[in-house]
Each structure stands twice: as structure tokens, then as C-alpha cells.
Nanobody, 132 residues
Framework: QVQLVESGGGSVQAGGSLRLSCAAP???????????MGWFRQAPGKEREGVTA???????TYADSVKGRFTISQDNAKNTLYLQMNSLKPEDTAVYYC???????????????????????WGQGTQVTVSP
């Protein structure tokens, strides 16, 4: 059973920083040659949207709204994914979800790596609130 467990959310003022973590103890992605993980967010009344994604070769993809402010990274030894969020804005307020694709299924086209429909496993989410 694959579990993704996010942590690190909280409340911060605009301009501040937070780092989210996603522990993936059951997702032995490091044994596969190619895997995909990402961060998504959902604000009240809005669709879940892709924030950033990373591939096993280190390739990253970012939504335009977070480029230059957010950084995705991974620690393979710890099976943990991170999201460093700097220069936070009130519009970044949302529940943030970690996601992973079943590596046995196949690759994700570059244009789809921020699409929630291409991911199979999801965490429970962690709230990020940015005040003006």
C-alpha cells in the first residue's frame, strides 16, 4: 500500500517561506528507472491545480504562478519529496497535496506533468495559509 504523508504546512505572512515535506515510505520509486512525483494545491471553490513536478532524472516542471519562488527537490535516501516555498503570496493559500504516479504504468508526457489525472497516489493534504 502506497502512502504519501505531507507535513510542514502552516500560516505565514506574505513574503514569508515554508517548506513542505512528503514522506513516501511505501512508494519504492527509487527501485524504478523512471518515476514521477509532484505537488498540487486546491483553494476553496477551485479545481486542484498542478504546482510542480519532478522526474527521476531530475527534470522539473513549474506552474508559471510559482516559477522563481518555489523549488521541488527529493531525498532518495529518505524517500521524501520537498517543496520549498519562498516569497509567498495570499493567492498561494490552499491545501497542498503530494502526488505520485505508479511507476509500473508508464511515462507522463511533458505537457501533462502538472495534470492531476496522470497521478495515481495522493497524500491527505496540508494547509498553507498566507496572510496579507
Amino acid at each position: 500500500q502506497v502512502q504519501l504523508v505531507e507535513s510542514g504546512g502552516g500560516s505565514v505572512q506574505a513574503g514569508g517561506s515554508l517548506r513542505l515535506s512528503c514522506a513516501a515510505p511505501g512508494y519504492t520509486y527509487t527501485t524504478y528507472t523512471r518515476y514521477y512525483m509532484g505537488w498540487f494545491r486546491q483553494a476553496p471553490g477551485k479545481e486542484r491545480e498542478g504546482v510542480t513536478a519532478i522526474v527521476s532524472d531530475g527534470t522539473t516542471t513549474y506552474a508559471d504562478s510559482v516559477k522563481g519562488r518555489f523549488t521541488i527537490s527529493q531525498d532518495n535516501a529518505k524517500n521524501t519529496l520537498y517543496l520549498q516555498m519562498n516569497s509567498l503570496k495570499p493567492e498561494d493559500t490552499a491545501v497542498y497535496y503530494c502526488a505520485a504516479r505508479d511507476p509500473k504504468i508508464g511515462s507522463v508526457p511533458l505537457a501533462k506533468r502538472l495534470s492531476k489525472d496522470w497521478y495515481d497516489y495522493w497524500g491527505q493534504g496540508t494547509q498553507v495559509t498566507v496572510s496579507p
